[in-house]
């Protein structure tokens, strides 16, 4: 049994009774200001300040030590400095103290001896029992019960669950929802370090928390970022995660032997992998709290199809841009639909989607109210935009207008609850909370003031609504214990030998039955001329060596080789290869019959730094570092998963068979993919692997190109590092 599954997550949380340690008389300080906070934040559990110097703070008695105070303690608060928290953390070892929130800098984030100290303090409160929240954290609130050991003014009370790595970031978002009606907290953490508590040990409690309704999160880095997804796949059809990732920059990508490696950036693979476990992804910080807030009070939408009503045709096309750039669908609405549009808008007017009403609600505004009924009974709409001026009629116009768009503004209400439709309204007047605009708020339907955060609401609420249809298919994260049962890799790890030559990674995985093009290992020009002379076409021509990957790069390929030239071509091959490399192992020259396919793909694995092993797929060939049209998704892979990948290709129409080239067998792709899948998981030694090319056609899927690199001995298949620390700057 781990720690985490003996962890009272409430009493953390949610705690009767709090110890402030390092608490203080002088009114500056956060040990004063920790326990002002507590009580005129209505806080109603106990509270114990603790300092061996003081007798009294703000009528409370002081204890010298947390083990001196008579009653049990769920949390503690320490804001002692770094280097003395490993002897509170000793204090507290008898006395059932749940958890404790540690403040400090100057640990993990810090350099050599901060992470010594780190490493103190997780054993202390492991051998203890207690569990941490930080360190380097800004601290922890439950907004409900009055608990703000942070010490923010004004965090305004909600349905939000916010985790965050970053204190400012955190202000940040308190004081943005104290300006947006209807949007708030149940609770915030800050993660910190991560050295204890993780991100996925915050989900199931807040996920069975009544008062939240959504888990709002800011990631820098996850140090188990493996066991967040399987978390994330439980928690995300009962409640919404929404995720904003930073280090998107082409900076944060790491470099790695392989194409896979290359192309594997912390944000491509987190974007992918968060979404494959129903997280919803947002790329702007002005997004995150408007998304939240539409996840947390919408229903989901049943599909991509969005209907737009709108008051002037700027705004009009403006949305179905912004739609589209998301991958929304933007459809016509049917006859019947048009013709009762017709009945109430001006000849003028477009009713086709988007709807323009040209004028038609200038001087009366229940014409609103009439199109958006029409549009959401529409049978091809699965949502509604409601673009341009809606709730500030009164100001731009007339203000006995106001009283007219309140009553629309109860009537939308009612329309969304009865045909369960999100509706989100963006309006040029959604920054002067006029009275229509909060009767929707109120009732959850978002006003938001820019085009794009709208379209981005709409985006989510497409996203969330297909993975609640399809969660059940995807991926649980989860692998099988396995003992590496390619012979090949076991005789590689045997030898020492981390890169495997691709002779050896092609037997590997023929052996486990992928489709390999036909290959001989020559290790002479008059064995390459008896391989080629087994084929009637063409042959291509390939040093083998496992200290050269990229065998492009060291002219250590060449292709179309008749009969005639192969000898020539195999001197040719070594000579390149030992003065590209001259320390290299070469085994040989591999022969393979020439092949060709209507698409060239790249299908390969990487061990991502914070969720583990992860496939790609794309274009493949020479381009595909240019191009970088491709998708990830975590292993093990479903078969949703696998077709999901196909789907997420820009370059379809070459899938579906461009230029009269037949189109590739998607299923054969799938299998192929599923079959990698489970080549990876049964040999848990493989580190990289990279398939490239790999044709595709009507006829199916055949490997032409292999490499394989194995993982360093003792290193764990599903680790990662420490992640970005929290700070206040």
Known sequence: ?????????????????????????????????????????????????????????????????????????????????????????????????????????????????????????????????????????????????????????????????????????????????????????????????????????????????????????????????????????????????????????????????????ALAGDSTVAHAVLEQAGVVSVERSDELLAVANSLSSLPAADGPNVGILADGGGHATLAADALAERGLSVPEVTDETQQRLDEVLPDAASVVNPVDVAGGTDDDQRVFYDCAEAIVADPNVDALLLAGLFGGYGIRFAEQYTDVECGVAEELVTLAERHDTPIVVQSAYAEFDTEPHEILRESGIPVVESIDVAASSLESLAAYGEHLATADEKSDFRFDGADNDAAEIRHAIEAGRRQLSEYTAKRALRERGLPVVPFELAESPSEALDAARTTDSPVAMKVVSPDIVHKSDAGGVALGVDDDDVEATYEDLLAAAESYAPDADIEGVLVSPMREGSVELIVGVVDDEQFGRVMMVGLGGVFVEVLEDVAFRALPLSEADAHDMLDDIEAQELLDG????????????????????????????????????????????????????????????????????????
């Open 1 to 261: 049994m781990t720690v985490s599954d003996t962890t009272d997550i409430d009493r953390i949380m949610d705690p009767d009774a709090v110890a402030i340690v390092g608490a203080s008389t002088d009114e500056t300080k956060r040990g004063y200001q920790a326990i002002e906070t507590l009580q005129e934040g209505g806080y109603e559990g106990d509270i114990y300040p603790v300092n061996p110097s003081a007798e009294e703070i703000r009528g409370l008695e002081v204890y010298p030590t947390v083990s001196a105070i008579p009653s049990r303690v769920d949390l503690a608060l320490i804001v002692t400095p770094a280097h003395v928290v490993p002897d509170v953390l000793e204090d507290c070892g008898g006395t059932d103290l749940a958890g404790a929130v540690v403040i400090a800098v100057g640990f993990g984030e810090a350099g050599t001896d901060g992470e010594a100290l780190e490493r103190e303090i997780v054993s202390l409160a492991e051998r203890h029992g207690i569990r941490l929240i930080g360190p380097n954290t800004s601290g922890m609130i439950n907004v409900h019960a009055g608990l703000n050991l942070v010490g923010a003014d004004g965090v305004p009370e909600g349905g939000l669950g916010l985790l965050c790595q970053s204190g400012n970031m955190a202000i940040s978002l308190f004081t943005e929802a104290a300006t947006r009606e209807g949007v708030g907290y149940s609770h915030y953490v800050g993660v910190g370090n991560e050295a204890d508590l993780k991100f996925h040990e915050y989900l199931p409690y807040l996920n069975d928390d009544p008062e939240t309704d959504a888990i709002v999160l800011y990631v820098e880095g996850m140090s188990e970022g493996r066991a967040f997804l399987q978390a994330a796949r439980e928690v995300t059809p009962e409640t919404p995660i929404i995720a904003l990732k930073s280090g998107r920059s082409a900076v944060g990508k790491q470099s790695a032997s392989s194409h896979t490696g």
């Open 658 to 729: 461009a230029r009269g080239n037949p189109p590739v067998d998607r299923d054969a792709v799938v299998d192929f993919l599923l079959e990698v899948s489970a080549f990876v998981e049964a040999n848990p030694a493989v580190e990289e692997l990279d398939l490239n090319p790999v044709f595709a056609d009507d006829d199916g899927v055949e490997i032409v190109d292999a490499a394989v690199t194995l993982r360093a001995p003792g290193t764990d298949t599903e680790t990662a590092p420490a992640p970005v620390g929290e700070s206040d700057d």
